[in-house]
């Protein structure tokens, strides 16, 4: 039988055992919380995989839109920021110091927090001083490496560095990834391509009332469906006298299967280039419809985009146009069994302007007539976007 001698703590050398015993605990503890605050303590995130789109920032800079959500509900500061930082909060009502290092696409910041909840997972979005003439002239990729250093309660939780892709301004996000399945759509940032501020549609509206085609851009104001057409027409017909050429360059350098995105160029590029694909030629156009106060819509279909328009303001009436008909292309390869090509011989540079505007609106509004439900779905690679005052409010041209 096993003799179990009863301890008697009322000794001194029992106590002193006990008290020693009970301080190694209280200090083994001590260090395994502050290990596990160390190991913890925060990281560089953002919900991009780690690229920043100029266009997606500088469209909504000046307004209270949120395109790109948050990936976790609870977080503070503004999630226009892109960049932000996750950590676990200390007691109640913790006070949190973070500061952004400067970089050539932003200033040093310095913003401080509060955390109201207790042991809890935050996202925090410090202010970034953007340099936003930087973003505009940014037209490559370009890594840059963010530090970042936090502050808790008065306690450094060190520095933290991530290396960032800051994106051509020329590519145009259409949606991101997050939790490996949840795609969220951003195609609302084509309107921001869409510039009818630039200082070059002056002159190329005098260029248009110059063809005596319209004497006047009344917009809606012109009364009839036909009215509307014709001012139409007299912006296509300046535009293929300057020459475009059909060029189908659109793809990124971007890959990744969190991001998606979409090179455009913007009305500058365009013109100075008389370049366009589908996407160029559908924005350009639009920046020039909505420069007459004729509402265009951006209509997108599984690697193709076309632009329409209202013809009367009750929007009740729509046309579309197949803007890639602008260039220098062969009408064969859209009407092939019409032979066109031959029939144009002999025609005027404007007869000839003529011929393809209607062609043009014959060939997009049958694309929108099979594509109809498709365009309406809210399906990935599908999209009805109209430039309208709401989604100008929403999102501004970013000009260049």
């Not at 840059?144 to 933290?160: H, Y």
């Not at 949606?175 to 921001?192: E, Q």
Request: hydrophobic letters at 40%; a neutral charge.
């Amino acid at each position: 039988m096993v003799n179990i001698r009863k301890i008697d703590f009322r000794q001194p050398k029992w106590r002193l055992i006990a008290i020693s015993s009970a301080l190694i605990v209280i200090v083994v503890v001590s260090v395994w919380l502050n290990l596990g605050s160390l190991r913890s303590d925060f990281e560089i995130s953002d919900v991009l995989g780690g690229n920043i789109f100029p266009s997606s920032i500088l469209s909504v800079a000046t307004t209270d839109v949120q395109v790109i959500l948050p990936s976790d509900t609870l977080y503070v500061g503004n999630p226009k920021s892109c960049i932000s930082v996750k950590l676990r909060s200390g007691k109640a009502y913790s006070h949190v110091r973070v500061e952004v290092g400067e970089t050539p696409f932003f200033s040093r910041s310095i913003s401080e927090f509060v955390l109201d909840k207790s042991h809890t997972n935050y996202i925090i979005y410090p202010d970034i001083i953007w340099n936003y003439e930087a973003l505009k002239n940014n037209t490559q990729a370009e890594p840059i490496s963010v530090a970042v250093t936090v502050e808790m309660n008065g306690k450094k939780l060190g520095q933290r560095v991530r290396t960032f892709s800051v994106r051509s301004i020329n590519e145009c996000l259409l949606g991101y990834v997050t939790d490996g399945t949840a795609f969220h759509d951003t195609g609302i940032f084509f309107a921001a391509y869409v510039n009818e501020e630039n200082p070059m549609i002056d002159k190329l509206l005098r260029e248009a009332l110059d063809t005596r085609i319209v004497t006047r851009f009344l917009g809606y104001q012109a009364g009839k469906p036909e009215a509307v057409d014709k001012q139409v027409y007299a912006l296509w017909n300046i535009l293929q006298k300057r020459s475009f050429r059909y060029s189908s360059v659109s793809n990124t350098s971007l890959s990744s299967n969190i991001v998606y995105s979409q090179r455009v160029r913007t009305f500058d590029d365009a013109l100075e280039s008389s370049q366009i694909n589908c996407v160029d030629g559908s924005v350009l156009f639009a920046s020039l419809l909505r420069a007459i106060n004729i509402e265009p819509i951006l209509v997108r279909t599984p690697g193709h985009m076309f632009v329409g328009y209202y013809t009367d303001s009750s929007h009740k009436n729509m046309n579309f146009l197949e803007t890639t008909m602008i260039g220098d292309v062969d009408l064969d390869d859209f009407f092939p069994d019409e032979k066109l090509d031959s029939t144009m011989v002999g025609k005027s540079q404007n007869q000839m302007s003529l011929i393809t505007f209607e062609k043009s609106k014959e060939y997009a509004n049958e694309k929108y007539k099979q594509n109809e439900k498709g365009i309406h779905s809210g399906k990935l690679n599908y999209m009805f976007l109209e430039i309208s005052k709401d989604v100008r409010r929403r999102i501004q041209p970013i000009g260049k």
